[in-house]
């Protein structure tokens, strides 16, 4: 089943923060971020684990309630470089194949 | 760097006929996905492999096969294309075997497929 997003879509101005948001109704063992700018290939930014490893981007922060099946992406300070649509990808299991997206969120940074 | 290329970019088909989607890894990935992106519903898993000769269903596999005879390669087949097929097709390559959870994914640059 798939994740939920929200928001659908959010504009920033540069410097601005912003929030994106992804729940489940199963419980996780895994949450994956990625973003797509416009006529390109998603691209990976970070994989929160369940009981607090993370991987990926240093410059990008996140994080992952387990009781809640919910977790968080944080734009700080955002550029107009962090333009694109942001998906998050949740696994159930540790040996699951099955990624299954949200439908994303779409963040416009303007200068 | 990974590098995940698809066959083609664009692809113009007429229903009825048979499709063929290539995806080829350059990194000895043994996991390889095929995903199908619409807007609103983000990507759907169509079909994956873990090994070679070896695949399982995603989410939405009907009317779709498969086909892995390489390890780099992965061929996603439509038998008879129809319109609702019409969609952008994004391949994806991963490390690990057993543990696909724990490693990022790689993505082709996509194929945007129209059947007329």
């Known amino acids: 089943q798939q994740p939920v997003q929200s928001p659908q879509a959010v504009i920033l101005r540069e410097g601005e923060d912003a929030v994106i948001n992804c729940s489940s109704s199963k419980a996780l063992y895994s949450v994956h971020w990625y973003r797509q700018k416009h006529g390109e290939a998603p691209v990976f930014l970070m994989i929160?684990?369940?009981?607090?490893e993370q991987k990926g981007h240093d410059k990008i922060s996140a994080s992952f309630n387990e009781k809640k099946q919910q977790s968080s992406l944080y734009l700080t300070a955002s550029q107009l470089s962090y333009s694109g649509t942001y998906f998050c990808g949740t696994y159930v299991r540790f040996n699951d194949y099955k990624l299954s997206f949200g439908a994303g969120t779409t963040v416009t940074v303007r200068a | 760097d990974v590098k995940v290329t698809q066959s083609s970019r664009y692809l113009v088909k007429r229903t009825g006929e048979k499709v063929f989607l290539e995806c080829v890894q350059d990194m000895d990935h043994e996991n390889m996905f095929w995903y199908r992106q619409d807007p609103g519903l983000g990507l759907r898993l169509i079909y994956f492999s873990y090994d070679v000769k070896m695949k399982e269903k995603g989410d939405i596999p009907e009317g779709y096969s498969v086909s892995r005879e390489k390890k780099e390669r992965f061929s996603l087949i439509l038998e008879s294309a129809s319109t609702n097929q019409t969609s952008m097709y994004l391949c994806a390559s991963s490390f690990g075997q057993g543990v696909p959870s724990y490693n990022e994914q790689f993505f082709g640059p996509g194929t945007r497929l129209t059947v007329l």
């Open positions: 929160l684990l369940k009981g607090g």
